[in-house]
């Protein structure tokens, strides 16, 4: 029996024996209770002291950690911020966090120079690495030198940067700058650059039409694909479709009823069309599928070169067509398209003449199944082409 049980039960046995209504035989006499008493009391006087010392110990630990948490707070270091910095004129800032540790980049226009640090750092104490940055335009005088001249054997030889080519005199030359777009334009001779090149002081640069980013060989461009960088404004019911130096946002519609012809969109890009009946003859030469296809090329493609190709495959457990024939809808682009099959069961578009950009080009093309000579059903595709400006 443990101890608070043990004289809980001897409390209970002295209080037994204070009342008479409770006596009997085995009660214990005076002495005996008065002994108890004195345990009891000793017994509650070491409890007391033992909860004293578990309070005094409890409070001794949370100061401890009150102390611990409050020094741990204080050794670590508040967050540095730097001040804003704008972008200089004629030119950009890549780069939006201040905090220590971070950098913030700068680029010039072209035809301008930066003068300054191209990155800053924010640094601990609060300050920008590097100086200010600006961008200044290349003067005439950038593009002339004095060369570089020294005395051999009582003769003085002068050489340029690279970059640069002598012009005039022994006593008078000049370094002047090579003018490297020029000379790469002339026939023959590969461009430096995709799109634009910019002559400066001993070298050149790249640049690239809007929509599209220089890529890391410095001189060609890729197309930014607004559509997948999310950088569109289509709504909810429209599809964003990626074209050379933009977008856009198409949502093709199913034809109009048209007697007992409807049709019913099964998908983004195709409309079935619903039974007809039995006597209809009409309705059953409509196109049974209507499906619409967008494709971005760039200007003046060079020809001829398929764009497009269409299927037909049977229903499982049924027999397929054993001919198909292929054709343009309408007479507006037969100049600029062909059709042809390319093997039994496939018939390919192909664009025949070069398109100039930008503009958007329509063709829609049909598949007819036939089978022991019968027409069986009728498939169009509208193709839609976007054409940029760039020819890449």
Known sequence: MIPAIQHSVFLYLVLSCLYPSHAAQGCLNKQKVLTVIRQMQQFLKGQETHFTDGIRTMKAKLSALQISVTKLTADQPSATWCPLLEAPKHGQKFGSRYSADHEVHFVCQPGYQLIGSSTRVCQQNGRWSGVNASCTEWSDLSFSRKPHCAEVERTQHCSCDAGFHMSGSNENSVCQDVNECEVFQLEGIARLCMYNCINIPGSYRCTCPPAYKLLNDGRSCSDVDECATLQHNCTAGETCINTGGGFQCVNPQCPEPRGNISYVKTSPFQCERHPCPMNSKSCHHAAKTISFHYLSLPSKLKTPVTL????????????????????????????????????RQT?????????????????????????????????????????SANGF
């Open 308 to 343: 497009f190709r269409m299927a037909t495959a049977a229903a499982p457990g049924r027999p397929g067509p054993d001919n198909l024939r292929f054709g343009i809808i309408g007479k507006n682009n037969q100049g600029q398209f062909v059709v042809q099959r390319s093997d």
């Open 347 to 387: 018939g390919e578009l192909i664009l025949v003449q070069p398109l100039k950009g930008p503009c958007t080009v329509e063709v829609d093309v049909d598949m007819s199944e036939y089978r022991d000579r019968t027409f069986q059903s009728k498939h169009v595709s509208k193709v839609t082409l976007f054409i």
